[in-house]
């Protein structure tokens, strides 16, 4: 299938090489050209402007980082709603706001485009063993189009309905509960360590007890050993994420306590220096409010 990819940062680079691997033909643009580099010389094409890429035919994706960056790739003259045809099909796989795909909703619709939000849940070492996880919403025919592209990027694809925005707040939620994951362990670990106990120990005890799942496997690894520049996710990111919660939760009338809690340990985090450590850095935080850094 013929297919645009917009935006290589690590996750955008590991999605558009297993497109690449299975064999769709697919045309690249970036912001920073260098970011294509590995990506041309295994066989993808490199689009000049966001309207090249385009006009290269099938759907476009775009796995940006913010909304500004989505907004910036979208909008005004030479961007993907003044470029594609009627009927083009933009797959958003970024982490938005949920009034702004309702607002990107709108304005593909008005020329006559179709959107489809479906934002993904790993890392990209997730994405390159191929066990990501994909949540797409919009009209199902557009995502019954998509659906061999979701399998050669992911291993699942969790089907949310007719309206794209649906998509963001699952995602949103999901990476709430992922931080308050992250900041349970945080105050677990520096309780343990502060008292006098073996901070391995309580690992054994969570991974192989209560939570034996790839979530607990894996952070708790990286806080007790404070692998924290084994970047997956931002610390800077995921306070986006968090922030764009919390929103969610103010216009829906939903008090997020735990919201409130993770985005003050990770604003910590970034006031320390750390926002472009793993997001798991919030349990740095923790230790150094509990005066174990």
Not at 227 to 250: I, M, Q, R, S, Y
Not at 277 to 282: C, H
């Given at each position: ?32 050209p260098e970011k ?63 009034d702004t795909i ?92 502060k008292a006098g ?97």
């Amino acid at each position: 299938m013929r297919v645009a990819f917009i935006g290589l940062g690590r996750m955008g680079q590991a999605m558009a090489g297993r497109l690449l691997a299975a064999g769709h033909d697919l045309v690249l643009w970036n912001r920073s050209p260098e970011k294509l580099d590995a990506l041309a010389a295994r066989g993808a094409g490199v689009a000049g402007s966001i309207a090249e890429a385009a006009a290269h035919g099938g759907p476009v994706i775009t796995m940006l980082a913010d909304d500004e960056a989505l907004t910036g790739v979208v909008d005004g003259p030479g961007g993907l709603i003044a470029s594609m045809e009627p009927g083009g099909l933009h797959i958003a796989m970024g982490t938005h706001r949920i009034d702004t795909i309702r607002a990107l909703t709108a304005a593909h619709s008005a020329t006559g485009q179709i959107l489809i939000a479906a934002p993904v849940l790993g890392r990209p070492a997730v994405v390159e063993a191929g066990r990501l996880g994909i949540i797409a919403a919009g009209p199902s025919d557009a995502v019954n189009r998509a659906q061999p592209l979701f399998a050669a990027i992911g291993a699942r694809t969790f089907a949310a309905g007719p309206e794209p925005a649906t998509a963001s707040l699952l995602k949103l939620t999901n990476n709430l509960v992922l931080a308050c994951a992250i900041e349970a362990m945080g105050e677990a670990f520096s309780l343990v360590e502060k008292a006098g106990a073996e901070p391995e120990t309580l690992r054994d005890v969570l991974v192989e007890g209560l939570f034996s799942c790839a979530a607990y496997a894996g952070y708790s690894r990286t806080i007790v050993d404070r692998a924290f520049d084994d970047v997956g996710f931002t610390a800077a990111l995921a306070l986006k994420d968090v922030d764009f919660a919390l929103a969610a939760g103010e216009a829906a009338g939903v008090p997020l306590p735990s919201a409130e809690v993770c985005r003050n340990r990770l604003r910590a985090a970034i006031d320390s220096g750390d926002g472009a450590r793993d997001w798991s850095v919030m349990a740095l935080a923790q230790a150094r409010a509990s005066d174990l850094a």
